[in-house]
């Protein structure tokens, strides 16, 4: 398990392997200046992404 690492959605620990962990970069105010932006980095597990996001939502790195 990646020390101190717990998946956004589910809270638990991540394994490393296969496709975990993965991060997901939010930004705020994105149609700003970068000087206007802010970050956050978030880590979840590849299968509770694949279950949060709308069906309709193309995850391409997560293709089989």
């Given at each position: 398990?990646?020390e101190g690492?717990?998946c956004?959605f ?5 394994e ?7 991060t997901l970069i939010?930004?705020a105010?994105h ?5 206007e932006?802010q970050?956050q980095?978030?880590?979840?597990h590849?299968?509770?992404l694949?279950?949060?996001l ?5 995850l391409?790195?997560?293709?089989d």
């Open positions: 398990m990646v690492i717990q956004c589910c809270a638990k620990g991540i490393n392997g296969g496709l975990d962990p993965g939010y930004v105010n149609e700003c200046k970068e000087s932006q970050t980095q978030f880590f979840c590849a299968k509770c694949r279950a949060t709308h069906s309709k939502t193309p391409y790195v997560l293709e």
